[in-house]
């Protein structure tokens, strides 16, 4: 049975771990040494994130796993009607997705996934807010089995390129 969970705030992209070069003093001469840190906002946001999912997950799945997100995104201010309808529409523009799933995967991981390289498959979607959501992420979690099943797209284009023994 696959897992929903919520995650009740806009989505953050994960962002490049920062670098920066210091200098230390040893036997009197200066040595340099790099410090990396990740952005105190970006750690803040995946502290949120995993102290939400922890109330709503009981212990961390294992083996291969699916997860399926949704970014949902606020409205642009310029899309906001009040004689039409507004819908959900997509998202096609800067954070890029792979991003956006990198900081979920890794706030998620010892609660929802032992760790995210435990994830093999998975659909993701960003798109933009109808007039009744707010922004959020919601991801649809469940285990897979043992066998590994391909779309048909995907094995007619892996039989393409066998080689002939």
């Not at 291969?64 to 899309?79: H, Q, S, T, Y």
């Not at 998620?108 to 994830?119: A, E």
């Not at 659909?123 to 779309?151: F, H």
Request: aromatic content about 10%; some cysteine; proline content about 8%.
């Amino acid at each position: 049975m696959p897992l929903i969970l919520h995650i009740p705030w806009e989505p953050k992209p994960q962002m490049r771990h920062r670098s920066r070069v210091h200098y230390r003093k040893v036997n009197g001469v200066k040595k340099p040494y790099t410090q990396q840190f990740e952005d105190p906002l970006m750690r803040q946001w995946k502290d949120w994130a995993a102290a939400h999912v922890r109330r709503q997950v009981r212990q961390p799945l294992s083996g291969p796993l699916c997860c399926d997100a949704v970014f949902l995104f606020p409205r642009d201010k310029n899309k906001i009607w009040k004689t039409k309808p507004m819908v959900h529409y997509w998202h096609d523009v800067r954070p890029d997705r792979d991003n956006l799933e990198k900081a979920v995967l890794d706030a998620l991981n010892g609660l929802v996934w032992h760790d995210d390289s435990q994830i093999c498959a998975g659909t993701i979607y960003k798109v933009r807010a109808d007039w009744r959501n707010e922004p959020g992420t919601w991801l649809r979690v469940e285990q897979l089995g043992e066998r590994c099943v391909l779309p048909r797209w995907a094995m007619a284009a892996i039989e393409k390129t066998r080689r002939p023994f």
